[in-house]
């Protein structure tokens, strides 16, 4: 890569005009506050002899040339050919004439994300840069005549433009073995044999291919669930297995730049189909692609593979996306699942959940069943269960907002739970001394809501679990410190 060194009088590189770069400055130097640079900070580019991070505590001048040169090099010609292969190179021509729009549109974009931060766009900055690289370069190739004036198109219009000239990606027979045989997590080998070819065996480090071949283990890679139709639903834990499963077009898995895969990790899956086609999903940033990393619907993919929903459903109730829950799984009833398939579905990812669930969670898990009134009574039998579950794993949390939810939302399951009130206030009061310790503990300040709902025979009990406390307590031998 070659640099040209920075000339703050003009633009960086050829191809900008000094008037251009010119507008470019006082859009981003009178428009631009510094938070919104926030999610530039990480990136970085290699010199011949240095490299390079974002000038975050920089100038608008210094900021814009970094990217100007960023942008330069992303431009620049690339070998196409996929990388480890031996194959002939593949150069894809150089697209800075498109740069002076480029720069131009990602100012633009900041600036209406400044005016409307939840306006949603076709490409997400700056992870995206090398997504709009790539449609740049298919508008260069397949784009001809009066419709090849970039300066007439926005960044959707871009995208919009070229969708029907990307190339679908599904994963090869070859490369989807490999990545199992490298990355996916099982119990026994035995397991794991069961996703490789015939003659492939597999040791706790390694798997040796029918032909002699060594491929070292590196788990990174966790089935969540295999669908009836053979289709595998896997988390992705690592970069490498993000990188070896996914499609090159996605920024968790690009193979030549860094990837943007640590933005993602907590919860990335992959739904990859028999036939090879794969998705990629992300709840927390509702984040549902195909191979182009074009956004498909999520209720078209749990229409389309029967399971799906279940799988994906604790991961919805974590990142508390319950009207996305709401949303398809009204579809799905009207369509091919019973009401009681799935409420017993619901019940069970929930109950499996608990663990990991915060209180909004647990709350908007909690609505659904309000929303239908056959769940509603359906979940009645199973709030004791649950709160037991959430004592005997310590979840403090997930107790309160049980039982604060519950005491103000449904008579029924108030009822439900009244034999349940003398062992949570005593999980929530057990380290309390006295009355009036327990009057001003944190513990029972987070019951206030549930003592003054409008149910007297619950502050009645409560009361008598106060003072076997203090029974218990004045019955304890009295420590002295002599």
């Given at each position: ?7 703050k ?11 251009f ?5 006082n ?7 510094a ?35 960023y ?12 990388p480890?292969?031996?194959?002939l ?26 005016r ?13 840069l ?16 009066v ?9 959707d ?31 026994t ?33 966790k ?35 860094a ?36 956004k ?43 009401n ?8 069970n ?18 609505k ?18 649950l709160?037991?579950k ?59 809501n ?16 106060i ?16």
């Open positions: 890569m070659s640099i040209i060194p920075v000339n009088s003009s633009a960086a590189y050829p191809g900008l005009s000094q008037e770069a010119t507008r470019c400055r859009l981003c130097r009178h428009t631009l506050p938070e919104i640079w926030e999610a530039w900070q990480h990136l970085e580019m290699r010199t011949p002899s240095d490299k390079l991070s974002f000038p975050s505590d920089g100038g608008e001048d210094e900021k814009l040339d970094f990217i100007d040169r942008l330069f090099d992303l431009l620049s010609p690339k070998d196409l050919a996929p480890n292969r031996n194959v190179p593949n150069w894809r021509a150089d697209l800075n004439k498109y740069r002076g729009w480029l720069l131009h549109r990602c100012l633009l974009q900041l600036d209406q994300i400044r409307n931060p939840k306006t949603r766009h076709a490409y997400v900055l700056p992870e995206d090398s997504k709009i690289v790539g449609d740049l370069y298919l508008f260069h190739k397949h784009i001809v005549g419709d090849a004036n970039i300066s007439n198109y926005s960044f219009q871009l995208k919009k433009k070229v969708d029907g000239h990307r190339l679908q990606q599904p994963i090869e027979f070859g490369e989807r073995v490999r990545a199992h045989a490298a990355f996916l997590i099982t119990d080998s035995s397991e794991l044999e069961a996703f490789l070819p015939e003659g492939w065996k597999a040791t706790t480090a390694t798997v040796i291919t029918a032909e002699g071949g060594l491929i070292r283990r590196s788990p990174g890679a089935l969540i669930a295999l669908l009836e139709d053979g289709t595998e639903v896997i988390q992705l834990l690592t970069e490498k297995a993000s990188r070896a499963y996914g499609s090159p077009d996605w920024c968790t898995a690009f193979r030549r730049r990837t943007y895969f640590s933005d993602y990790k907590d919860d990335l899956l992959l739904v990859l189909a028999p036939n090879g086609e794969r998705w990629q999903l992300h709840a927390r940033k509702d984040m549902y692609m195909d191979a182009t990393d074009t498909v619907d999520l209720g078209d993919l749990f229409k389309r593979f029967v399971g799906l929903e279940e799988a994906f459903l604790p991961y919805l109730l974590k990142n508390n996306r319950a009207e996305l829950i709401d949303e398809y799984t009204q579809e799905l009833r009207a369509s091919r699942v019973d009681t398939e799935l409420f017993e579905r619901f019940k990812a929930f109950f499996e959940s608990i663990d990991r669930l915060g209180s909004g969670t647990i709350e908007a898990g909690l659904r069943c309000l929303a239908y009134e056959d769940w509603e009574e359906a979940m009645a039998p199973y709030l004791g269960p709160i037991n959430a004592i005997e794993g310590d979840k403090e949390l997930a107790v309160v907002t049980i039982l604060n939810f519950v005491c103000t939302r449904s008579d029924m399951w108030a009822n439900a739970l009244k034999d349940y009130i003398h062992i949570s206030f005593n999980y929530l009061a057990r380290d309390s001394a006295s009355e009036d310790i327990l009057e001003n503990s944190t513990r029972y300040s987070l019951l206030s549930f003592m003054q709902g409008d149910f007297p025979e619950w502050e009645s009990q409560i009361n008598d679990a003072r076997g406390r203090i029974v218990q307590r004045l019955q304890q031998p009295l420590l002295l410190d002599l």
